[in-house]
């Protein structure tokens, strides 16, 4: 029998993400980016209840693999390419688009025996320092991508690496840099817009974006960032737990390990049945709430394996009330912030003693 912590994931609020996005991208085509299990949201599921999307992104052979066994016939991007020639082969056989941003990749291409001709993504390198040709190496690679019989179509891409922040010169340096590069290679499509572009980045919407954390409802900005427009977006997660005692502490009390909340006075404490083992971060540096029918109530004491303690005062609560960790009450940002993380991280670090509950 599982864990009585769960994660409610509703499937209906993935399609009114997609389409609120849509809002912004004009005639853009949409890559909805489900890596990493759909951030923790389930990949089949996530991407049958997205299926109004023009595409997908993952990260390797695997996970188009997944995909394809769950009936999506959408293309489908590899955003990692492949990393050897049985890769290659697998990306090829489940009729995936795989990202090529290296002279490793190009020279498996030039050597492979691949039954079909296959689409790929030419990635430069705009600023970001993590995959793709340096600008003045891209036109080159574009050329001898299209010099190969294994190839019948090239897109080309790139990644912002300042786009949660508004009005971002490096963001627009990085654009400029794409214009002036792309301007080489004048026939391709092309995509450089993340969820932060897709909404606040106007110029970056090519004939493809490539949205991610906005369509499970989070902000895609710094929270001191926040855009005025996206108030629309549903988070699509929310994690519950029970409430399985409460205990009348004392004034002096020391609470959890290390002893690091001290009782100020007579109060009473909740026990909540999760903790970081099942993905709830540990490290707490800021005050952070949890919710209870919709009255707060703050974490007190050090988050343990698979429990946290609360502070009930002024809250009705009874053993056996679900207790919103991250959700409609309480925004995920607010955990990652008081976590001095982001909310990506919580999302994927959900484990597997969660159960998910899809409605």
């Not at 963001?171 to 080489?184: A, D, G, M, V």
């Not at 572009?197 to 989070?218: D, E, F, K, M, T």
Request: with cysteine; glycine share 6%; aromatic share 6%.
């Amino acid at each position: 029998m599982r864990r009585s912590a769960y994660a409610l994931i509703r499937l209906e609020r993935l399609a009114h993400n997609l389409q609120f996005l849509r809002s912004f991208t004009k005639e853009s085509k949409v890559i909805s980016v489900v890596k990493a299990d759909a951030y923790g949201h389930g990949l089949a599921k996530t991407a049958q209840a997205l299926n109004q999307s023009d595409a997908f992104a993952v990260t390797c052979a695997s996970e188009a693999s997944e995909l394809r066994a769950a009936s999506i016939l959408h293309p489908i991007l590899c955003l990692q390419g492949f990393q050897d020639n049985e890769e290659l082969q697998a990306i090829a056989d489940c009729n995936t688009q795989p990202v090529i941003h290296s002279d490793y990749q190009i020279s498996l291409l030039k050597a492979c025996k691949i039954k079909h001709p296959i689409q790929v993504w030419l990635k430069i390198d705009t600023g970001m320092s993590r995959l793709g040709f340096p600008i003045e190496k891209a036109l080159s690679a574009y050329q001898e991508l299209s010099e190969l019989e294994c190839i019948n179509k090239i897109r080309v891409m790139t990644h912002f690496s300042h786009a949660d922040l508004l009005d971002d010169e490096v963001t627009q340096r990085q654009l400029q840099r794409f214009e002036n590069t792309c301007k080489q290679i004048p026939h391709c499509e092309r995509s450089a817009a993340n969820s932060a572009g897709s909404i606040a980045y106007s110029n970056s919407l090519y004939q493809w974006v490539r949205p991610g954390i906005c369509l499970y409802g989070i902000s895609p900005f710094q929270p001191d960032q926040s855009h005025p427009d996206i108030s629309d977006l549903k988070p699509v997660m929310s994690v519950h737990a029970p409430l399985i005692s409460i205990k009348e502490c004392k004034q002096g009390d020391k609470i959890g390990y290390g002893g690091l909340y001290t009782c100020p006075q007579n109060m009473r404490i909740g026990i909540v049945a999760i903790g970081y083992a099942d993905g709830f971060p540990r490290t707490l540096n800021h005050p952070v709430n949890v919710s209870i029918d919709g009255t707060f109530a703050p974490i007190v004491g050090r988050v343990s394996m698979d429990m946290i303690t609360i502070n009930l005062d002024g809250v009705e609560a009874s053993i056996g009330d679900d207790v919103e960790l991250w959700g409609d009450d309480i925004p995920i940002n607010e955990v990652a912030h008081a976590a001095d993380t982001i909310s990506y991280e919580l999302l994927c670090g959900i484990t597997g003693r969660i159960n998910r509950v899809y409605q």
